[in-house]
């Protein structure tokens, strides 16, 4: 069933940003800066969340914000490969085991949902309104990593368990 629910969520997550990212002729995506100390953008807070797991989703946070932040700028396609990447390079490979171990699997899928509907909110030739919904929708997706990463810190989940970083 997990394999069929991953499946799902890659064929979606492809599907959203294939004909956007080759309709703007695009080839690369921006490159996903993952330093946790590197100034994060609109309204991207550094975590004051700490421990093991902190700088964890100050990564995840950083690519969502990057994606945003080419979304505003009217690049569609690095805009969709960039928030599809955030969940692929950053949070399912940092963080997403242990969540699923402490969380358990209805709540990785919730968040699953949230990283695929980012990419789908992204249009081309975008409203204000929409270049503020898909902010809205980064910030509210970090808010729920930084509280993950409190969780996992509180269960005192080390990440060598899972080998990452």
């Not at 402490?102 to 249009?123: D, T």
């Not at 309104?129 to 990593?145: D, F, G, R, Y």
Request: some cysteine; aromatic content about 6%.
């Amino acid at each position: 069933m997990k394999k069929i629910a991953f499946i799902a969520l890659a064929s979606c997550l492809y599907l959203s940003i294939v004909p956007a990212f080759a309709a703007q002729g695009n080839t690369k995506a921006a490159p996903i800066k993952t330093q946790t100390n590197q100034k994060t953008t609109l309204n991207q807070k550094p975590s004051k969340t700490g421990g093991v797991w902190g700088p964890e989703a100050d990564k995840v946070c950083q690519a969502l914000a990057q994606a945003s932040q080419l979304y505003q700028q009217g690049q569609i396609g690095k805009a969709h490969l960039t928030a599809v990447m955030a969940y692929f390079k950053v949070y399912d490979t940092n963080m997403e085991p242990a969540v699923r171990t402490v969380l358990g699997g209805p709540h990785v899928f919730q968040i699953e949902q949230q990283f695929s509907a980012i990419p789908k909110a992204m249009s081309a030739n975008p409203s204000s309104a929409q270049k503020q919904q898909v902010t809205k929708m980064t910030s509210k997706l970090c808010q729920a990593i930084q509280k993950e990463a409190l969780a996992l810190n509180k269960a005192k989940v080390k990440k060598q368990v899972y080998n990452v970083g």
